[in-house]
């Protein structure tokens, strides 16, 4: 090496010295106050006080909760000395997505995160492109200057995260609690905080359509709805922009579902209103008009299509089932990963085409139309079987609609009188069809028998009677909902072996059902029914085509979603059987499970003169 290349590094090496040595001393820079290796202090509270500093715990190692700790408030704790309180201009507190706290220092609160808050990740209400930010990634909390100089101070600090919903946590780190700060020099000496991890992917523009939704910074909690703006991007078919908007409008907003709502991925329910805060029916993306809409966000069923496969053959099949179309959500700048838009069960020329319920307001006994039942985790416990048979346990129901807080005591008392009636008759084998629709209970247990669906027949069940003044109130079955742990998904119940029947799988399957698949009319019909339709929408070329069609529509966002939720690949997701590491190993899964499956039922099933055939 030439003298004049070494004088030329010893150059650029001082240069590189006094440039880190000023930006060290003198510029602004993130620094390391506590770090994710640092194991907090913590108690468990009724009652949380900031400032209380009596009786802390110390464990290196993960808090389990007992049920008497997840009724309390975790406070957790940590001290950090400052030479120079002035110098720190912002600071940074990350913590597990797995919940959301509040954060004190020295007694003051500089933060409060609802645990339902979805936090955006860019200040602009309408950005070109956002970054998908994965959903196990900390929550990350700022804290500006206004609040740090009530707070910070010079020496000893107490900084507190207190975690008041432990509901539904199961445990809870010492560490990987990090508090960053913004400062100018180094008189505090804190590391500077270097962390490279590779860039994460961008959301833009989608071939589905896009919904935005703005909550104004409030959270979505189940209950009540939350106001909440919007913003459509749907170009027809082209490529939609997330900096476009092509339609408007003021909705409210809540969480729904049981089981569902413990999935990180949660799903929703809105309605649409006018400008006067009046509820508007309106069409969303070609859909009937409604004013009353679902987001399902499918997150155990990685193939995002199992709800839309049934609802389709289903309503191929010659029944109403719930309209939907695939979009991208984003929930203030956030993005949420795929969706699907669905009409809400309802009653309607559009939708349930029955004759809604109406009484005269003056004399109730003057009633027409007919109502909707649900049989699931209901108020209302059905009459039979009696307890001393073991054949099942009663079902609970109630009324979907009309609400049940609009009836009056007499129609309500009348709804209850006929379904007693409808199941005493079952009970009892006596006139059974004068108060069961044959063709409608047929087609209902072909699809929940074909799709397996180890929720059906239980919960999320519906019923009908269209003509409350019938002098024998014949009940319709349908129509269906959520078969979201269909298909071969479940690994429990037996849902992942494509043999067995779901109307003998235990005791909370309705009685009537066991009645029904040993009553010769029955049997006779499905047979014929079933042999019908496996030879159109139910044929296995019909049905993969079907499955083909959907993954097509949800193809170019999966990688989207799929970063946003890392499920796939996952070592344990519940309730899943299958883990695939790919969607096209979740979409193979669904397609051979189902062919297994018809094959199962085609034995169960088929004529005896196809069975020969095959």
């Known amino acids: 090496m030439s003298l004049k290349i070494k004088k030329y590094l010893v150059f650029l090496l001082a240069v590189l010295v006094l440039l880190l040595t000023y930006w060290y001393f003198f510029s602004r820079k993130w620094v390391v106050a506590i770090g994710e290796d640092v194991h907090w202090e913590y108690r468990f509270v009724n009652e949380p006080s900031a400032a209380d500093q009596s009786d802390w715990l110390s464990r290196n190692d993960l808090l389990t909760l007992n049920d008497e700790q997840k009724s309390q408030h975790l406070v957790l704790q940590q001290h950090i000395v400052l030479n120079d309180p ?13 919940y959301a706290a509040q954060v004190y220092i020295n007694g003051v609160l500089c933060s409060d995160l609802d645990e339902h808050l979805i936090s955006p990740t860019t200040e602009k209400d309408n950005p070109a492109k956002i970054e998908i930010i994965e959903h196990w990634r900390p929550r990350i909390v700022r804290i500006g200057q206004p609040a740090l100089q009530k707070a910070l101070r010079k020496g000893d600090n107490v900084v507190q995260i207190i ?6 946590i199961k445990d809870i780190r010492t560490d990987h609690h990090v508090l960053l700060l913004l400062e100018k020099g180094s008189k505090n000496s804190f590391p500077p905080y270097f962390k490279f991890s590779k860039p994460n992917k961008v959301f833009s523009s989608s071939k589905l359509p896009i919904f935005k939704i703005n909550t104004y910074g409030k959270s979505i909690p189940d209950e009540p709805k939350t106001e909440a703006y919007l913003e459509i991007s749907s170009e027809n078919d082209e490529l939609n922009l997330l900096k476009t908007t092509t ?25 649409t209103y006018d400008q006067n805060k009046k509820k508007l029916k309106t069409q969303l993306l070609d859909l009937p008009e409604s004013s009353k809409w679902v987001l399902y966000g499918p997150y155990a069923d990685k193939s995002l299509i199992r709800n839309a496969l049934t609802y389709s ?25 795929i969706y699907m838009l669905t009409e809400k069960i309802q009653v309607g020329s559009d939708h349930l085409n029955l004759n809604p319920l109406q009484w005269d307001n003056n004399d109730s006994t003057k009633m027409s139309g007919g109502y909707l039942l649900e049989i699931d985790r209901n108020e209302w416990q059905a009459p039979y079987p009696v307890k001393s048979d073991s054949i099942a346990h009663p079902l609970y129901y109630g009324v979907y609609h009309p609400k049940r807080k609009k009836l ?30 044959l063709n409608s209970f047929v087609d209902y247990l072909i699809i929940t028998e074909v799709t397996k669906n180890i929720d059906g027949y239980r919960l999320s069940t519906f019923l009908y009677n269209p003509d409350i003044n019938a002098a024998k109130p014949k009940f319709y079955i349908g129509p269906i909902w959520d078969y979201n742990f269909a298909f071969g998904l479940s690994s429990t119940k037996n849902g992942y072996d494509p043999e067995g029947f779901v109307y003998d799988m235990d005791r909370y399957i309705p009685f009537w059902w066991h009645t029904l698949v040993n009553d010769p009319i029955f049997n006779k019909k499905l047979t014929e029914r079933y042999t019908q339709l496996r030879k159109s929408t139910l044929s296995d070329k019909y049905i993969m085509n079907q499955i083909d069609s959907l993954s097509a529509i949800c193809q170019p966002s999966v990688r989207y979603n799929f970063s946003k939720w890392t499920v796939l690949g996952s070592s344990d997701l519940w309730p899943n059987y299958f883990l695939g590491k790919t969607y096209e190993e979740e979409i193979d899964y669904l397609k051979n499970w189902t062919e297994k499956r018809l094959h199962f039922l085609d034995r169960q099933f088929l004529r005896s003169e196809e069975k020969e055939s095959e």
């Open 247 to 271: 339609r408007e409008l003021n909705i409210k907003m809540e969480r729904r579902g049981h089981i569902a709502q413990s999935f990180a991925k949660k799903s929703y329910t809105f309605n």
């Open 163 to 168: 975690v008041r919903s432990l509901e539904n």
């Open 408 to 437: 009056k005591p007499l129609i309500e008392q009348k709804i209850r009188d006929q379904y007693f009636e409808f199941e005493h008759h079952l009970y009892n084998k006596d006139s059974i069809y004068d108060y069961v629709d």
């Open 313 to 337: 053959l289903y309503a191929q099949m010659g029944n109403y089932a719930p309209r939907f179309c695939f979009i991208d959500l984003v929930i203030n700048t956030n993005y949420q990963g």
């Open 86 to 98: 002035e110098s720190v201009s912002e600071a940074e507190v990350q913590y597990s997505y797995k």
